[in-house]
């Protein structure tokens, strides 16, 4: 057999060998000599060709590297430029909103005392110099800033709250330290008093609408109803990393708390910078508004409680428990801020971090059958699962318990100076309230409202309706009917909150209004409800997103009469005459 022949097994079963040696056929007693050549060959072969492959997919991955990077760069340059534009808008709208508002107040507040006078004489408390003493023009300049409680800061931010003197300065312990302590701070750097408690009041003022509009915005992205909440959406999810998916909690969807179809609003052809901005009109046209430029701790906590909801709903809890505990040491109720920050955190929607448990409808599927003990087991189920956290709690809710620092501190201030550190609870009592059961001043002020609209329908003041008054029958009268008219307005927009937006809004409003609710006075059982009701911005932001879905005829009609209550209510204010 010649060598040939011998090779032909060889080439059948290596051919790529043969080939790459250029066909030619090894000798049979060189066989086993040309198999390392061959392997070698296809060796060089393979580094020849490797290093062409290896450069092709280096510059491949290399140019789609760049163009990822490049993808990258060019949505976050434009997310900054998205952030730019939505915050000069926002600024835009508060200017608006914070100039002609306060025209509004100061115009109808000087031109009611300089026209009407300052006023009859009260009992209230007025010391020489706080409220009036800077000339007529700035007697008349002060005077909507400048009543009734606001002698109360002013005074305590000169004095302090000299627990020692007992009784006497009882009183001061309702009203909580952290608004006089800044009033002290910039009267101390030469500023007189109640023009540092109006800069604190209108900076204050335009913080809390500033941050109003951001939180609005926010919520009409999450609810889906204007066409730039997709670009919201992402904005987002750049800015604070994936985007929590479903919005409202478990619990909310069940009862119709996600802001969808069962709040019955439609917000076709409405972006949400135009829902924000009605927002801020509406809270800074409200009929109490002039309590947000007065020397009055209204807008302080108004801004500590936006702010509180907006840093919470970007998972920034430590910045938002700060927040709150400052709110605590502004107003008594601000400690129940806690209650809406704990929602946030384990229920949403948040945007820190995604749900750790999602939707599941299996156990509920579990329980078959369609009699009533059946779908009454398959309710309890959904129940159940729904009122689970959607998300777990790590180190970071360690930070809710600072939100009633501020409280506490104030406790231990009082006692550190020799007084009660329960003072500021047992001070609602020196103020004439107390404890009818919870929410019983709503059937307390429904009787006074009753008595009061037959004493003004009686066109008589020889028989009083309501004598637990002691004052005047048709002035308490007025006052009783009016506050319960704010409560029946109140109560729809409550329900409206607990529809359209997530729970914690509504939680928080219900928790607000229990203090004045629970501890009504005896003459007015429903006193101060309205300046309660300013500050609960849950509240106008239902109303924002109701009225954007309606006629523009209606959404101006409502600011037209909101302003016109606005400038009655401040003129009343600034002659003296009691309010809210």
């Not at 920034?316 to 709110?327: E, T, V």
């Not at 009783?480 to 409560?487: D, E, I, M, R, S």
Request: charged residues 15%; proline residues 6%.
């Amino acid at each position: 057999m010649s060598s040939d022949t011998a090779a032909e097994p060889a080439i059948a079963q290596h051919p790529s060998k043969h080939a790459l040696q250029g066909g030619a056929a090894p000798h049979v007693d060189a066989g086993k000599a040309a198999e390392p050549a061959a392997r070698l060959g296809v060796q060089g072969e393979q580094k020849r060709h490797a290093p062409r492959r290896a450069r092709g997919a280096s510059a491949f991955s290399g140019v789609s590297g760049r163009s990822r990077e490049g993808t990258v760069a060019s949505r976050l340059a434009g997310a900054r430029t998205h952030i730019g534009a939505e915050r000069s808008a926002a600024l835009r709208d508060v200017w608006l909103a914070c100039w002609s508002s306060r025209l509004l107040v100061w115009v109808a507040g000087s031109g009611a005392v300089a026209v009407l006078g300052f006023g009859p004489v009260r009992h209230a408390f007025d010391p020489p110099g706080v409220t009036r003493g800077f000339g007529w023009l700035g007697d008349v300049l002060a005077a909507p800033v400048a009543r009734w409680d606001a002698a109360w800061y002013l005074v305590i931010a000169h004095y302090g709250y000299r627990p020692e003197f007992g009784a006497f300065t009882a009183p001061r312990d309702a009203f909580f330290p952290l608004y006089p302590l800044v009033l002290r701070a910039l009267s101390d750097i030469g500023l007189a008093p109640v023009l540092a408690g109006v800069a604190l009041s209108f900076g204050a003022f335009v913080v809390a609408l500033y941050g109003l509009h951001r939180l609005m915005a926010l919520e009409a992205a999450r609810l889906g109803r204007g066409p730039d909440a997709e670009a919201a959406n992402r904005l987002d999810k750049t800015r604070n990393g994936p985007r929590a998916r479903g919005g409202a909690s478990h619990f909310s969807r069940l009862v119709g708390l996600d802001g969808r179809a069962r709040g019955g609003v439609q917000l076709a052809k409405s972006d949400s910078r135009g829902v924000a901005r009605l927002a801020v009109l509406l809270t800074a046209f409200a009929p109490m508004a002039f309590y947000l430029s007065a020397v009055y701790s209204e807008s302080l906590y108004l801004a500590l409680s936006i702010g509180l909801f907006l840093c919470a709903r970007r998972g920034r809890w430590g910045s938002a428990a700060m927040l709150g505990a400052l709110a605590s040491a502004t107003r008594s109720n601000g400690v129940v801020l806690i209650l809406p920050l704990l929602l946030l955190y384990l229920y949403g929607p948040r945007e820190d971090r995604e749900p750790e448990r999602s939707a599941t409808r299996r156990s509920a599927a579990s329980v078959g059958g369609h009699s009533l003990r059946a779908r009454g087991l398959s309710m309890l189920v959904r129940l159940e699962a729904s009122l689970r956290p959607r998300y777990l709690l790590r180190r970071d809710a360690l930070w809710l318990a600072l939100v009633p620092l501020g409280l506490i501190m104030y406790m231990g201030h009082l006692a550190l100076a020799g007084g009660d550190p329960l003072a500021p609870f047992h001070a609602e009592a020196v103020w004439k309230r107390h404890f009818a059961g919870p929410y019983g001043g709503v059937w307390d002020g429904a009787k006074a409202a009753f008595a009061g609209l037959r004493q003004l329908l009686s066109f008589q003041r020889g028989h009083n309706y309501f004598p637990v008054a002691g004052g005047s029958s048709f002035i308490d009268a007025g006052h009783n009917v009016l506050l319960f008219a704010f409560l029946l307005i109140a109560i729809p927009m409550l329900v409206g909150v607990l529809r359209l937006l997530p729970l914690a809004y509504g939680v928080y409003v219900l928790a607000a209004l229990a203090l004045p609710l629970s501890y009504p006075v005896a003459p007015q059982p429903l006193m101060s409800l309205p300046r309660f009701l300013l500050v609960l911005f849950p509240l106008n932001m239902w109303l924002a997103v109701t009225l954007s879905s309606r006629p523009r005829v209606l959404t101006r009609a409502v600011l037209v009469l909101s302003g016109l209550a606005l400038a009655f209510f401040v003129g009343e204010f600034s002659t003296w005459h009691w309010v809210a």
